[in-house]
């Protein structure tokens, strides 16, 4: 395919719900083609659903897509040369087609009632006929539709459809579709509102936005040959259709709320980074034709072409996708990854907000990068760090029972524990220590002298274990659930290094009582 900056696709979302992860994907790959090929990428929003179309849903989808970096050259917020692009904005121009197409003999105007077409139906469905309209007013005398008026029915406009012949086109994924016209019914294109169907608002804006691809979802197939009918109609060249394979979720079901979120925003809100979460959605059937699974966003602009799409259903599997998340979350750099994790801290009231006018100083900036960079081996979503961490940022930590009954009721914890927080007491604190206070993180004074480091610590454990003829296991255990209330983490020695002494030594000491308590019970 050669273009030469020529191409020019869209997106076209309908706010009557979050931003879905389907819709989402499909702009993957629009953006994907049109950058590839130095085209333009259009984001025009299909609100002709009066009923169920909300402001809120449109400001989600421009979040969600600004979020994900998808930029578009023409749309809402940066306007264009083809616009408006909010189709509530162009009804004068649909109605002025449709008007058309009845003057040109493509269209009629049908006056069936609801309660006649759901009649019509129901004897369809009790006959095993074909469901779809049975053209009642395709054939009525200009005196008839005039009683009709005068009655006041508010007529649809219906396209005519051919009664005969085939309407065939070559999809740029799956190749050659024909369609028996005979098995299309005489579809709406306005309804009685005065607003279009998708299928005459989106022929006319694709025509007059210049569209020349239109990449969108397999459910669209069927609606194709309506499309190029209207095209046709119109005196027009119907762009190049690509239909993308369906998303589903593991259980190969049509991907919905059971299989987790399906609305970007709360992917971002869980703590997916856009990289990932952008990455995950590009590889959903489209392959770059190796293995290659983490793909910058450079990268897939570069490899992106319409070979590549399968015609498979492709499997959303959360799975794969934190998988790929802790994946980006490991490569952030520490800063990134700290300005990432503190709106998650604030929301669980471990950090103060800069929101509201209370921001991190720069001691408890660098307390929380220290904190958040123990966990970044480990963690797959940002949203996990607040219970990750907590016994970082809390005066007081909240034991895990079964810790407590595991580690600290053997017999020797006590004495063990209260030895070394004699050892650890002596030791000097490093420079630039932070002690909580209240709701904000105070840093320590400064003893000029650094021996509270990971290596001072590990020995000071070590020899204690040697001096009483234990293995260090079997002190580690007992001290990290002192020291943090549970008996997973990341490495103990680092931990207590960023915690600080006078913390670990108040926490070495309750622990003993708490042993001594649990000895008493056990």
């Not at 943090?484 to 003993?512: I, Q, S, W, Y």
Request: aromatic share 8%.
């Amino acid at each position: 395919m050669s273009l030469d900056g020529t191409l020019r696709v869209r997106v076209a979302p309908s706010p009557t719900g979050l931003l879905h992860v389907g819709v989402t994907r499909t702009a993957i790959f629009n953006w994907l083609l049109a950058r590839h090929y130095g085209g333009r990428f259009i984001l025009r929003i299909e609100d002709t659903d009066q009923a169920r179309s909300r402001p809120e849903y449109l400001d989600d989808t421009i979040e969600a897509l600004q979020w994900l970096g998808l930029r578009w050259d023409e749309g809402p917020v940066v306007g264009g040369d083809y616009g408006p692009y909010i189709q509530s904005e162009r009804v004068g121009l649909y109605r002025q087609h449709a008007q058309a197409l009845v003057a040109s003999g493509h269209a009629y105007y049908c006056y069936c009632s609801p309660e006649r077409l759901a009649d019509m139906r129901l004897r369809q469905e009790q006959c095993s006929e074909p469901p779809g309209y049975d053209g009642r007013c395709r054939c009525l005398t200009p005196q008839q539709r005039a009683e009709r008026e005068a009655a006041g029915i508010v007529a649809t406009i219906r396209f005519a459809m051919p009664d005969s012949g085939e309407t065939a086109f070559d999809d740029l994924v799956r190749g050659r579709i024909g369609f028996d016209n005979a098995t299309i019914d005489d579809f709406i294109i306005l309804k009685s509102d005065g607003f279009p169907t998708y299928h005459l608002a989106a022929v006319v804006d694709d025509h007059h936005m210049r569209i020349t691809h239109v990449l969108r979802a397999e459910e669209w197939v069927p609606s194709t040959p309506r499309h190029i009918l209207l095209y046709q109609a119109f005196g027009w060249t119907p762009p190049a259709f690509g239909h993308l394979p369906m998303v589903l979720g593991t259980d190969r079901a049509k991907l919905s709320k059971r299989h987790g979120a399906t609305a970007v925003t709360a992917y971002r809100d869980e703590g997916y980074l856009p990289e990932a979460l952008l990455n995950f959605l590009a590889l959903l059937g489209w392959s770059p034709g190796d293995d290659r699974e983490l793909m910058t966003r450079d990268e897939l602009v570069q490899a992106f072409s319409i070979a590549g799409i399968g015609v498979a259903p492709s499997i959303f599997d959360i799975t794969k996708l934190q998988w790929m998340n802790g994946a980006y979350i490991r490569a952030c750099a520490p800063e990134r990854f700290a300005e990432l994790a503190l709106p998650y801290l604030v929301a669980a009231g471990l950090a103060r907000d800069p929101l509201r006018g209370c921001p991190p100083s720069a001691h408890e900036r660098d307390y929380i990068r220290r904190v958040v960079a123990l966990e970044q081996e480990r963690v797959k979503v940002l949203s996990e760090l607040p219970h990750l961490t907590e016994f970082f940022f809390r005066d007081e930590v909240d034991y895990e029972p079964a810790a407590v009954n595991k580690w600290l009721t053997k017999d020797y914890v006590p004495a063990a524990l209260d030895a070394l927080a004699q050892r650890l007491e002596s030791q000097t604190e490093y420079a630039g220590a932070v002690r909580r206070s209240g709701s904000a993180a105070q840093p320590l004074a400064d003893s000029g002298q650094a021996h509270w480091d990971v290596q001072s610590i590990e020995q000071v454990v070590r020899e204690l274990a040697a001096e009483r003829e234990m293995k260090a296991a079997a002190l580690i255990h007992p001290i990290r659930v002192a020291v943090t209330g549970r008996t997973a983490g990341p490495g103990l020695f680092e931990t207590m290094h960023v915690l600080g002494k006078e913390r670990c030594v108040t926490r070495l000491r309750r622990a003993k009582e708490i042993a001594i308590a649990a000895r008493k019970r056990w």
